[in-house]
């Protein structure tokens, strides 16, 4: 495909949602939606297909207007059969279709695990690569507005264990278009996972096409105190942990992991190596999730520079509660990722 990789080291490090040298800034939401018409628009063996996203709100607004543009049999909405179709899904990839199935929910992606887990991401191991499985799915973590158990959950960290799988997590505009479209291009079977609070937030984007490749993460902020790294909506979190921590005379790293799977260990290692110190902020459950992999590849290969042991941002370990009360001391932010950082100097 004749996309061009832009290496997402070039974006000012201190700058990850604001102007950018006077580059143009879209929203996280219309990134995504210019991906996916670019990609339609590129490559006919791309299509689109998942429930309501030819509805006028067009999944949050991600997909506004695409039927229209590139029509019903590339952009197709999908019953309410999340294990059927993303068997369908998978069954076009195989024949050389490049599909983008995407789910309104990351809690719903369960129904399909038996489709993703022992077909969509072992068919090219089972069959030594003869049979590929271009499928790219996106899915999407909610939160707040009273979601509850089973409308609000961060699931990355299951399909994260799944070798053949890519599961990457993107923070910001730039990297909503140019991961969504890397992945697309790659041929790789991989789940895009985005944050809905992301969605209305504001970054240089590049209007031509361009991909990010997975198992890349970033420097958003440089600093020698302490790495603070995370994923998805706590990116945003540590950058204002970062700043209030400035005013303490801390000087923080922060890293946006980009991908979990693959994990850009080289960057972990190196930023730890620097400080001395890690805070990793998760958006999902700290037992068996994505911050203890991130622990556990520093205790392998930068414990000699630890100065204090890692301390985990997760969520609470339990179901997510209804009541906006019980949310707000739910979810964890700034304030706990400041006290974390603390504790370590």
Not at 40 to 66: K, N, Q
Not at 107 to 130: C, E
Not at 166 to 171: F, G, I, N, W, Y
């Amino acid at each position: 495909m004749p996309w061009t990789t832009v290496q997402a080291d070039k974006r000012p490090p201190a700058e990850p949602f604001g102007s950018n040298g006077g580059e143009r800034e879209i929203s996280y939401r219309s990134a995504i939606r210019e991906a996916l018409d670019q990609a339609l628009e590129l490559d006919p063996r791309v299509f689109l297909i998942g429930e309501g996203i030819d509805d006028p709100g067009g999944v949050f607004g991600t997909t506004a207007g695409l039927a229209a543009t590139h029509g019903s049999k590339r952009v197709m909405d999908m019953p309410l059969a999340e294990n059927g179709l993303t068997g369908v899904a998978a069954g076009a990839a195989m024949t050389g279709m490049r599909p983008v199935l995407i789910h309104m929910r990351v809690d719903f992606l369960p129904m399909a695990m038996d489709q993703i887990i022992n077909h969509v991401a072992k068919w090219s191991y089972m069959t030594g690569g003869r049979t590929r499985v271009p499928l790219t799915m996106r899915a999407i973590i909610g939160r707040g507005w009273g979601s509850a158990a089973q409308h609000s959950q961060s699931l990355h960290s299951l399909f994260a264990h799944i070798p053949g799988l890519r599961v990457v997590m993107p923070a910001t505009p730039h990297d909503a278009k140019g991961m969504l479209l890397g992945c697309i291009a790659s041929g790789v079977p991989s789940l895009v996972i985005e944050h809905r609070w992301l969605y209305d937030r504001l970054g240089p984007v590049p209007e031509e096409p361009y991909t990010v490749p997975a198992g890349t993460g970033a420097i958003l902020r440089k600093g020698d105190h302490v790495t603070l790294a995370g994923v998805s909506h706590m990116v945003v979190e540590l950058l204002q942990a970062a700043e209030e921590l400035a005013e303490h005379g801390i000087n923080a790293e922060v890293l946006d992991l980009r991908s979990v799977r693959p994990l850009d260990e080289a960057l972990l290692i190196t930023s730890v190596r620097k400080t001395g110190r890690l805070v990793v902020a998760d958006t999902g459950w700290r037992h068996c999730g994505i911050s203890a992999e991130v622990a556990a590849v520093v205790a392998e290969h930068a414990w000699d520079r630890l100065k204090a042991p890692v301390r985990r941002i997760c969520l609470a370990d339990c179901p997510t509660p209804a009541s906006p009360v019980l949310e707000q001391a739910y979810y964890p932010g700034v304030a706990e990722i400041v006290a974390a950082a603390g504790s370590l100097l």
